[in-house]
Structures are given as structure tokens and as C-alpha cells.
Nanobody
Framework: QVQLVESGGGLVQSGGSLRLSCSASGFTFGNYAGAWFRQAPGKEREFIAAISWSGAATYYRDSVKGRFTIFRDNAKNTVYLQINSLKPEDTAVYYC?????????????????WGQGTQVTVSS
């Protein structure tokens, strides 16, 4: 059974940091690009960052560059999202995804597998 399970979300003050984890099972995770998306209340799910199957290449939306870092450990079948200098506008449900896609693909439809999401709430 294919599963992506996110963890690490929570309530944090503005300026704080979080590390989100996404653990994969049921498929050969090391063959797939990984990505993180987020969805704020009343808004569409948006692309945040992606990482190639090897981890050698990463890609970010412009608004999170310098604060968000995506990385992976294929030995642990896990992809991570380090978030620093959190802002209230980062409040959202964060989802991880995996797909056989070229790095830089931002479309949700391109990703095959999704997690259930983890809530990140940033207080001002």
C-alpha cells in the first residue's frame, strides 16, 4: 500500500522554525521526485519546493527562497522541508507529494502520490 505520511507541523511563533518530514512506503521512493505543497484556508494548493530523485537538484517558488530548504534521505525513504523565519502567511496545511516528474514541475496533476497533510500555524 502506497503511503506518504507527513509529520512535524504545529503551532509556532513568527520567526520560529519547523522541520517537516514525509515518510514514504509501498513504492520505490528513491526513483521519484519529491515535492511539498501547501494550502491556506480559502486558497488553492500551491507548489513550494521540489527535489530530484537523487537529491542533487532542488527547485523553489520565489516567495520561499532563502527560508525553505527541501532535502531527502533515500535510505530512510523520507523527504524533509526545513522552514526558517516563519511568517503568519506561512500558515497552511503542508502536503508532500511524489512523482515521476522532471524537477521544476509545479502542477499538482503531475504528482502521483500524496500525503494527508500536516498543519502549520504561525502566530504573530
Amino acid at each position: 500500500q502506497v503511503q506518504l505520511v507527513e509529520s512535524g507541523g504545529g503551532l509556532v511563533q513568527s520567526g520560529g522554525s519547523l522541520r517537516l518530514s514525509c515518510s514514504a512506503s509501498g513504492f520505490t521512493f528513491g526513483n521519484y521526485a519529491g515535492a511539498w505543497f501547501r494550502q491556506a484556508p480559502g486558497k488553492e494548493r500551491e507548489f513550494i519546493a521540489a527535489i530530484s530523485w537523487s537529491g542533487a537538484a532542488t527547485y523553489y517558488r520565489d516567495s520561499v527562497k532563502g527560508r525553505f530548504t527541501i532535502f531527502r534521505d533515500n535510505a530512510k525513504n523520507t523527504v524533509y522541508l526545513q522552514i526558517n523565519s516563519l511568517k503568519p502567511e506561512d500558515t497552511a496545511v503542508y502536503y508532500c507529494a511524489a512523482g515521476l516528474v522532471v524537477i521544476g514541475v509545479r502542477s499538482r496533476d503531475a504528482y502521483d502520490y500524496w500525503g494527508q497533510g500536516t498543519q502549520v500555524t504561525v502566530s504573530s
